[in-house]
């Protein structure tokens, strides 16, 4: 039996079904395309994942990439792999026919970002950082800038990165200190250093685009002074060829996994010749950034997902054939062990790791609906779209990374103290997701722009319109014996959720803005689950519609394992909001009181 | 400043006014003690931690240990400390004089394993298996053996392992079938397989005691068969000359940390010369074991706490001298940044892990004091510290691995992108505690053990007497305004837990066994929840007492830092018992119900 990383079948389910694929082919943007073609594109990355991903996951996981003579080395197959990423278009597939892009629904996309992800992540770090700095430069930059680097990028040959991170800002990117000087030439002379730039150097590609941050000289203090700029690793001169241009690479960080992409240090302009090319306008870099953070954000939420997959597939496999004990009830020492999988703690064990996995690539597949919509919709349908995807960036960003921790730590579990040694990879994928919490901002951050900005934006519009998104779906889930007491939950739990935002405010109106977002972590938590919630209800929906129109595209198993894991998921994960409202409605506010000092 | 891995003045807190020394001063068994003897145990803990133990900690994680020829070579200064371990009596602190022992209570012996384990977890292993074998042959090998084997194992000269594990016998220890076959010369020749033995094979010690499960020839099936022996890796003649003994290391388990002990899989009379003695009566091993077996669980939670204290005090340095944003409420950019300890979300998770760790600990306390009561009371006071023992034991191994894992999370999330990489130690100690959970029985096997016999057992004796105890404890703090309100919480859920629990029995009586404890994990940490909570209560109880007092001996700072604690355990950690009882009541039995091949 191949190993298995993901379901084919649930990728099929959820666009075919839930998210349907044939919907946006209707529209103008990808009238090119039909379910059979885009189809074939999911198969492609099934191939593309279980025959040149996975198979070098474990080596790339005992070998990390290192630095030698100022150059870091990783994986000899990743130059390889690079051409192929761009030859056969995954990187620019989303992208626009002009820019030399296939206009490929981002779901799509997003999809094939899935599977790779879950075959081996650090291998789609390249790629995928690749389209997402090409993507800013196909939006802001100037036409010749485009010309210079977007091909280049596309075809694999040259890897995008995003330099924000300093080493004294972080969290606080309004505290970027790289600087960048106008000359008369055109480009702008930039120094500063960078840290924590994933793929910022590397020996698979040929030159490095960093859209970096700096501040003009003279600009404002602030986030309002912060620019961006195209710095190459290697400039090019109008005949395409390259001169060193005075970014060097300082170290790389040796992390707890991970271990297939390299996390440089980069240092730009030590010897004062380091050219840069404004993108946009001047003091405008942190807006352009926050504007492809959506899509970056939703990606990594993706990625967490994609290794809790792995881990899940993995570990079920292992509980199917790995024999241990027997049923309660059988007092026979004689009798035969059996499957693990028979013991309900395990089966628990395996539930919760499914409902993780299956209900937040189906919130992922939301977002990425909604950026699918926002490029082909108008008015207002546009405009809904992106208010209900600017909400949900914070909880698909975070939800799948806070979970596919607890996911991947259950998997592990499944295996006994097997799971602790590297006989199994269950700890590979334990160590593997532990970054998805940390960057793209922490959960701290997005819980703070969910409840600090996103759901009280324009008068809460946003919470309104996803609010009635949901109470449509609960709706219709109504009618389905199965679904109706869950559905009814959810509606419940809606209506909590509105009381504790009320709550919240009245807070902030009489103890201050800090006291109101003292737990925006918890408050990200609760609306999360509720989205995840809404997520298996809609999944809920097409299963029984499929059950009654007596499908035959699904197997009756599928079907039924789909219900018990949004069984599950009501009955042991919904719960915990009332934990969470508890702590929310309450008035002390012990983390805002405690002096540094009395932390002991 | 010192790196810092433990708090001093919280260890002095819980042995001189939690659970005073002083008190088992006065037994006959530990009169030769004092406090202030007893203190200066804790101070050479200290000393050995910070100068010995701690120094070597990356160095070993880096460089794991390796088989060579057949030898497993581990850290070249594991051998000086093994010897200082044995001549400093840190192996045989607690044992009887008459063994070599010292008699020092077990609280204390527990507090330096505390101690050191904080310090340098795989490096505790070594000595604190052999104080666990040792302890094993003092209570049931014949007095000849004990004469060989004692003495040797507490000089620190020979290794003591537990030797129980099979490839096909993990949770299933029924299932063991390595053979052990009489001889007329007094001993047994054993042949079988065994793997995960912490220590079964290093260069650090001259030989290797192991105590194993085999069955003898023609035994009962099952549990009822299994016979426990010595065999060891050199068998010593009346001369004490050693002759090899057919153990053979057949490989080592490559760990995702605790990288500074080796697990083994071991060879028992591949070449028919294994000799083996037995201990106690034939049949009877797995009740010895048992016997044995709170102390050793006990170790692990109190292992697992170490990690997170390790982690904590970690983190909360990195917090105090790490600058990154503004209060919220600082709109000037231009104003430096501030600590992170000064953010509310930070706060939150540094005072969840102080909540965790110190939580725990004291519950660690509370299990070895009833090991101290059991081995210096007599009569009914004796028959109630056991009980309560048994009670706990589940809960102080479980609850601490489990939040432990939770706990050096968060600590890792403290460091942001940094906490990810090998620059800081955070994802070493994230690596480092995961393996709590699995040894010495699965939290799935706790939970079993906790709904399935301990809570029921003597009709529900055990659980009435803690209970009690615990009434005892709120009725004390009542009367503190700062707690009155958490003590009556706790009153509450409580009664709570014994509506479950009748609800669980009637769920018994009319599902059978198997939906009984179909959640017994998750009933374990509920139950779990409130012990932690007492101990919350309990401690601050003291706090209140000192404050009165008008103490000198804790700063004003401790002790406000060990209320907010507290309130943070309430405030954030119990409402978690809401979510559980929901669950716990619910008449959905998802994971009984669906079949092995409906999870997909």
Chains 1, 2 share one sequence.
Not at 174 to 188: E, H, L, N, R
Not at 275 to 288: D, M, N, R, T
Request: with cysteine; charged share 20%; aromatic share 10%.
């Amino acid at each position: 039996m191949p190993e298995k990383f993901y379901s084919k079948d649930n990728i099929r389910f959820l666009l075919h079904e839930v998210f349907p694929i044939a919907e946006l082919c209707k529209r103008e943007r990808f009238k090119e395309h039909s379910v059979e073609s885009l189809d074939m594109i999911i198969e492609a990355a099934d191939s593309m994942s279980v025959n040149h991903l996975r198979p070098i996951l474990t080596e790339m996981d005992n070998k990390p990439p290192y630095l030698e003579n100022g150059k870091v080395k990783v994986h000899p197959k990743m130059g390889g792999l690079m051409k192929t990423f761009g030859e056969d278009g995954w990187i620019s597939m989303a992208a626009p026919y002009e820019y030399g892009g296939q206009q490929v629904p981002f779901t799509v996309f997003q999809a094939t970002g899935f599977m790779m992800g879950a075959a081996n992540y650090s291998t789609i770090a390249y790629p995928f950082l690749t389209t997402g700095a090409a993507h800013l430069i196909e939006s802001f930059a100037t036409k010749e800038l485009q010309q210079i680097y977007i091909p280049k990028m596309f075809s694999g040959e040259w890897q995008g990165t995003m330099a924000l991170t300093e080493p004294g800002a972080g969290s606080s990117l309004t505290d970027i200190v790289s600087t960048a000087k106008p000359t008369d030439k055109g480009y702008y002379l930039v120094k500063g250093q960078k840290i924590f730039i994933s793929c910022g150097d590397h020996d698979a590609c040929d030159n490095f685009v960093h859209l970096m941050l700096a501040r003009i000289e003279g600009a404002p203090a602030g986030t309002k002074g912060i620019s961006l700029f195209i710095v190459p690793q290697q400039r090019p001169d109008k005949n395409g060829n390259l001169t060193f241009n005075d970014v060097n690479t300082a170290g790389i960080f040796h992390k707890m996994g991970y271990h297939g992409a390299p996390i440089a240090h980069l240092m730009m302009g030590e010897a004062n010749d380091c050219h840069a090319w404004l993108v946009g306008e001047p003091h405008k870099g942190l807006s352009y950034m926050f504007q492809m953070m959506n899509e970056a954000r939703v990606g990594v939420g993706c990625n967490a997902v994609s290794i809790a997959s792995a881990a899940y597939y993995n570990s079920l496999e292992y509980a199917n054939v790995r024999t241990q004990g027997r049923k309660i009830t059988e007092k026979d020492p004689l009798k035969p062990q059996i499957p693990i999988i028979e013991h309900a703690d395990v089966k628990r064990m395996l539930l919760f790791q499914k409902a993780i996995v299956e209900g937040s690539l189906s919130l992922v597949f939301e977002a990425t609906t909604c950026l699918d919509n926002v490029a082909t919709l108008t008015g207002e349908e546009k405009e809904t779209n992106f208010l209900i995807l600017e909400l949900l960036t914070p909880i698909v960003k975070s939800y799948p990374a806070e979970m596919s921790i607890l996911s991947t730590s259950t998997a592990l579990q499944c295996f006994g103290g097997y799971g602790y040694t590297k006989e199994y990879m269950a700890e590979l994928f334990f160590r593997e997701t532990r970054i998805h919490t940390l960057h793209e901002g922490t959960t701290a951050i997005h819980g703070m722009d969910l409840l600090g900005r996103k759901v009280m934006m324009q008068n809460g519009k946003a919470t309104i319109l996803l609010m009635t998104r949901i109470m449509e779906d609960i709706e219709a889930a109504q009618k389905y014996e199965g679904l109706k007491a869950y559905a009814g939950a959810l509606a419940e739990k809606i209506m909590k959720l509105q009381e504790v935002t009320m709550h919240l405010v009245s807070v902030a109106q009489s103890e201050g803005p800090e006291v109101y977002l003292s737990d925006a972590t918890l408050y990200l938590e609760l609306f999360s689950i509720l989205a995840i919630g809404w997520q298996w209800i809609k999944q809920g929906i097409k299963v029984e519609e499929l059950k009654e129109a007596g499908t035959k595209a699904y197997s009756a198993e599928f079907l039924q394992s789909k219900l018990y894991a949004l069984q599950y998921f009501f009955e042991y994960e919904m719960p915990k909001t009332e934990a969470l409202i508890i702590r929310l409605k309450s008035n002390n506010h012990v983390t805002v009181i405690a002096k540094a000092e009395e932390i002991l």
